[in-house]
């Protein structure tokens, strides 16, 4: 009786609504706290104010916003969406060191159920029971009185306007703090939970408004292959699009350990100042395959065709093996095949298959090509498993894991700084010998098709730096371990023999600043595709030809 007569003077609908708001602003953001600790705000009564001040702002944002579905069929299941939505944000930037944005937010979306098997954790279990469960069970039984429609839609407007109301007074009051603060350090917007989710879901609703998605534009399809020389063969390139590959991690680029001992032994060639699109899968991929750069990609009003078609127009065949959760649109006009649910027993083990398993009947995948085609070129992208996290461990087979003991676990926060390089480091030795096999299987096409290899991962990673695990950070925001990455070049005798390109010189411009901006022109430079889109001042390879052997028009990547 006692609960009951406590509950009979709660039950107007702003209570559980502060209740509530109260609760996530101040329990679910334990990454935004730490953060405004690291900037000393815990070290005197000014920023003691300051961070009650945040809370309070946080709380009144949510209040406003909650007001918005305070009726008998909304609140109760939107109080419980915000409380989950929280918990999860609040867990995974707490245990990875992440930031909510947009571009996290599209990864979230686009997440395959192998990606979300690799995040479950006891640990996440007890952060939801905590943070969103119980509340939930809490304000599910608390009885609210709604009233009727025209009252209570006149008290959800009050609500709305004091919550705003309040949030104004008190940023006035610490304006110059907060300002100096989200001036200074960007990423503590993206630390607000769950405003960020919030706010992020916001930018991707309306991004069909600020670009015509009903649209998508041609490109290069004057794209044509010339004439072969004198004894050439179609040429074959193998495009091998890595994931979550550091540069830093790789044997050849000088790293400590000695992860690619099998590349080293080809006469390959790895770039030292290659950066990505993107810090992840989402934004880099649609990015390195557009011929717009990324300033470009990011500020298209409309979408357009990218490089695997171009290279369709040309008459060349195409073919996109996947072992990831998909190729972000690049691939969805060309022929494209998926290893991911095979159940073959010698790749294919714990509900997923090693990367190698993409080299197996390819012979017989690139056969089933038009042979028209075919007789003008063949490109296969291989989109590489490669080093996607949290479990690394996940990512190598038994006989190629050189480096114990490893991290077993996708909360990389329990396991030791050398744990958690060891398991990927493995990842990165499973990785080399995948392109070594890439390379020994092209090397016995050569009677049929000139053949090259150009692998380039699509962004790298965090292991710990800073605090900081995985990638999706805020490029502006992101540290280099996630921006900076390999690109790999392998070509043939016959290769370089009927292209004239010389490795010794791209051997010596292995310091010169590259990024995917470059690659949509590189590969087309290594096909020797002709086309109007093609620009050879952004096309690594070109220095090292006599000539081009392609047109070009300006200096700058061409737009549809």
């Known amino acids: 009786m006692r609960q009951r007569s406590w509950l009979r003077h709660s039950q107007h609908p702003l209570w559980p609504i502060v209740a509530a708001s109260l609760w996530m602003a101040v329990a679910a953001n334990f990454s935004l706290w730490q953060k405004l600790g690291d900037l000393h705000f815990f070290d005197g009564l000014k920023g003691w104010l300051f961070i009650a001040g945040m809370g309070l702002m946080v709380a009144a944002a949510l209040v406003a ?238 979408n357009a065709e990218g490089l695997l078609d171009v290279i369709q127009h040309a008459g060349m065949a195409v073919l996109w093996i996947d072992n990831q959760s998909g190729c972000k649109g690049v691939c969805d006009r060309v022929t494209s095949v998926s290893t991911t649910s095979l159940s073959d027993p010698a790749f294919c083990t714990h509900g997923e298959c090693f990367d190698a398993v993409m080299l197996k009947g390819l012979d017989e995948r690139i056969a089933a090509l038009p042979e028209a085609r075919r007789a003008k070129g063949v490109v296969v992208v291989l989109h590489q498993m490669g080093s996607h996290g949290p479990a690394y461990y996940l990512r190598s087979p038994q006989a190629f894991k050189r480096y114990l003991p490893e991290c077993r676990s996708n909360d990389l926060q329990s396991c030791s700084r050398q744990e958690l390089l060891n398991a990927y480091d493995n990842t990165i030795a499973y990785t080399d010998h995948f392109l070594a096999s890439t390379i020994e299987w092209l090397k016995t096409r050569q009677t049929q098709y000139d053949p090259a290899m150009l692998y380039v991962a699509d962004h790298g990673e965090s292991l710990g730096e800073n605090n900081l695990y995985l990638h999706g950070m805020p490029y502006l925001l992101a540290p280099d371990f996630q921006k900076h990455v390999p690109w790999i070049t392998w070509l043939s005798e016959p290769f370089t023999s009927h292209t004239k390109a010389d490795m010794g010189c791209l051997k010596r411009e292995v310091d010169k600043p590259v990024s995917h901006d470059n690659y949509f022109h590189s590969v087309l430079g290594l096909l020797g595709i002709e086309s109007q889109v093609y620009n050879n001042a952004m096309d690594i390879y070109a220095p090292c030809r006599p000539t081009s052997g392609v047109a070009t028009k300006g200096s700058q990547p061409a737009t549809p």
């Open 65 to 302: 916003v909650l007001s918005i579905f305070a009726w008998r069929w909304t609140l109760k299941p939107v109080l419980a969406l915000f409380l989950l939505v929280a918990a999860f944000g609040a867990y995974f930037m707490q245990t990875y060191s992440i930031v909510i944005d947009p571009t996290m937010l599209l990864n979230t979306l686009q997440t395959d159920p192998r990606e979300v098997r690799d995040l479950l954790s006891l640990k996440l279990a007890a952060w939801v029971v905590v943070l969103a469960a119980l509340p939930i069970v809490l304000l599910w039984r608390w009885p609210v009185t709604y009233g009727r429609w025209p009252r209570r839609s006149l008290q959800n407007l009050v609500q709305v306007a004091g919550a705003v109301v309040l949030l104004v007074l008190v940023a006035l009051a610490s304006f110059s703090p907060l300002a100096s603060t989200m001036r200074n350090h960007k990423e503590v917007r993206y630390l607000i939970n769950p405003l960020n989710s919030l706010y992020a879901t916001g930018m991707v609703a309306v991004r069909p408004f600020r670009r015509d998605e009903s649209v998508l534009l041609a490109l290069g399809t004057d794209a044509r292959v010339p004439p072969l020389p004198a004894g050439a063969r179609p040429r074959l390139l193998l495009l091998v699009l890595g994931e979550t590959g550091r540069y830093g991690n790789f044997g050849l680029n000088g790293y400590a350990r000695d992860t690619t001992p099998e590349l080293a032994r080809q006469d390959v060639v790895s770039l030292n100042n290659a950066w990505s699109c993107g810090t992840s899968t989402a934004a880099s991929v649609p990015c390195m395959f557009s011929n717009k750069g990324r300033d470009g990609y990011e500020s298209r009003k409309q």
